[in-house]
């Protein structure tokens, strides 16, 4: 069974920090292209970061860059989104994403940055 599972959300004030985890399973992590997406309500869902399959090839949205840092660690088959200098503007739900031929995506994890 295929899962993704997302942890590591929660409030936070701006300017704080969180580090996202995407936990997967069921299928071979190490040769999957991973991401991170984001949902604000009434928006739509937009890519922030994404790491190649052995982690190589890195590239982030303009609105994260210098605060966002993915990292993958193919032995845990874990995912990370290290979140620094957060912003009001950064409160969403946040996905992870796998695709290789195909996609899986987790449920999300609610990131909220306020005061």
């Known amino acids: 069974q ?3 599972v997302e942890s ?3 409030l936070v004030q701006p300017g704080g ?3 996202l985890s ?3 399973s069921g299928f071979s992590f ?3 292209h991973m991401s991170w997406y984001r949902q604000a309500p ?3 869902r937009e890519l922030v970061a994404s790491v ?3 982690g190589g090839r890195i590239s982030y949205a303009d609105s994260v860059k210098g605060r966002f840092t993915i990292s993958r660690d193919n032995a845990k088959n874990t995912l990370y989104l290290q979140m620094n200098s957060l912003k009001p503007e950064d409160t969403a739900v946040y996905y992870c994403k796998a695709v ?6 987790g449920q999300g994890t609610q990131v909220t940055v306020s005061s």
Do not use: P
């Open 17 to 19: 920090s969180l580090r």
């Open 42 to 44: 009434g928006k739509e």
């Open 30 to 32: 190490s040769m999957y």
């Open 52 to 54: 190649s399959s052995n």
């Open 2 to 4: 295929v899962q993704l």
């Open 8 to 10: 590591g959300g929660g």
């Open 22 to 24: 995407c936990a997967a």
């Open 100 to 105: 290789n031929m195909i996609t899986f995506w």
